[in-house]
């Protein structure tokens, strides 16, 4: 079957660098994407990774090694904006099926 | 200006009514999905439509009905509801099937009394 696993909890103060990390199992691979999901609202797309290596998008970067099945989120410069809840997945046929690791919810102190 | 809405946002219903949900989108995408998200934030895939073609089906209860006129909506029919179909229920669209950037509708929240 299909497992992504990723921490259900991270803390941080404002101002510091976190990373949240993801690791797979599944029968297909193509593509790791994070999405970020505040409370009552609808996750929004962050990032994608097809090949080995790091993605950057302004204070948000991506990381993947196929070869490990994992990946991770690196988020810099925390804002408390930032607290929200965070998912990585998978697509894993090439029919548009992604699956959703459980989440990761990640608290920004001041 | 909405890429992806979805009517109604909230719908508090008793067990054993039928209801539907409609979505719509208007970002010119071939591919859309509905997901079932829980009280413990868990996403599920349910379906997903590509050119009005069902092209997944999970493993969900034949009581949920997906249904899409054109590719710009698609609509979720729901029968003989229940307890534990309480929960968020996300539409959302991609540019096609191969395509990992998927846009999220903001979610309609049923609660089955």
């Known amino acids: 079957g299909q497992s992504l696993e990723q921490p259900s909890e991270v803390t941080a103060v404002e101002g510091a660098i976190v990373q949240i990390n993801c690791t797979y199992q599944t029968s297909g691979f193509y593509g790791l994407s994070w999405y970020q999901q505040h409370d009552g609202g609808a996750p929004t797309f962050l990032s994608y990774n097809g090949l080995d290596g790091l993605e950057e998008t302004g204070r948000f970067s991506s990381f993947l090694s196929r070869s490990d099945s994992y990946g991770y989120l690196l988020l810099q410069e925390l804002q408390m904006k930032d607290s929200a809840s965070y998912f990585c997945a998978v697509r894993d046929t090439n029919a548009g099926k992604s699956t959703f690791g459980d989440g990761t919810t990640l608290t920004v102190k001041p | 200006d909405t890429a992806v809405s979805q009517t109604p946002k909230y719908l508090v219903t008793q067990m054993g009514n039928d209801k539907s949900i409609k979505c719509e989108q208007n970002?010119?995408?071939?591919?859309m999905y509905w997901y079932k998200q829980d009280s413990k934030k868990f996403l599920k895939i349910m379906f997903s439509y590509n050119n009005k073609e069902l092209i997944i089906n999970e493993t969900v209860p034949n009581r949920f009905s997906p249904k899409s006129p054109d590719k710009a909506h698609l609509n979720l029919h729901i029968n003989s509801l229940e307890l534990g179909d309480s929960a968020v229920y996300f539409c959302a669209s991609s540019q096609n099937q191969r395509y990992n950037e998927q846009f999220f509708g903001p979610g309609t929240r049923l609660t089955v009394l």
């Open positions: 970002l010119g995408h071939d591919t």
